[in-house]
């Protein structure tokens, strides 16, 4: 059993995080979207509002997609997970400085967990959940960006 955890803000989950999870699937048996709860960081949706929307949109995926928020170190919270896989995603060359130096330090800490990276898809790339954020806040489309419940959620925080 293959299990990689794919660790994010997901502020709010977006289709490029819903494109990297299904494809993940095609390579590992079971995808943990793991939802970090960051006191010290400023978010619009709460970590359980995060955590729920994830949920619905992956409830038709049982065991497969399973959801869950952690604090504190990544490593640890894969270990106590059982999984030796840290899935992440990289949209442009910009992305890369700072995964680099996330996967060496994750792997310093903790040599048998692998991070594994996924190109984004070429029509996910510019989507990132701050652009979402601020697209809606300014009352932009961003239809095409999310799934519809993301959408709607979005709507509702701006009214
Ligand atoms: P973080 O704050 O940890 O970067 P994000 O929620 O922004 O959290 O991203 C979580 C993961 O999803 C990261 O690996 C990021 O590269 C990836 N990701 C974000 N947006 C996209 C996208 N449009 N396509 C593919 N991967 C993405």
């Given amino acids: 059993m293959k299990k990689a955890i794919f660790p994010g803000s997901f502020d709010p989950i977006t289709n490029g995080h819903v494109d990297l999870i299904k494809r993940g699937l095609e390579l590992f048996d079971e995808v943990v979207p793991a939802v970090l709860n960051n ?19 992956f409830k038709g995926y049982g065991t497969r997609v399973v959801v869950k928020s952690f ?18 995603g990289l949209r442009a060359i910009s992305d890369f400085d700072y995964e680099a130096q996330m996967a060496l330090m994750n792997r310093s800490l903790t040599p048998s967990i692998e991070t594994v990276f996924l190109m984004a898809s070429e029509e996910n790339s510019y989507v990132s959940s701050s652009i979402v954020r601020q697209v809606s806040r300014f009352g932009g489309s961003i239809e095409r960006l999310v799934p519809p419940l993301v959408a709607e959620a979005l709507a509702r925080k701006r009214s």
């Fill in 39 to 57: 006191p010290d960081k400023q978010s619009l949706f709460t970590t359980e509002e995060r955590t729920a929307m994830i949920r619905e949109v």
């Fill in 71 to 88: 604090s504190g170190l990544l490593v640890e919270f894969a270990k106590t997970e059982g999984a030796s896989i840290i899935l992440r």
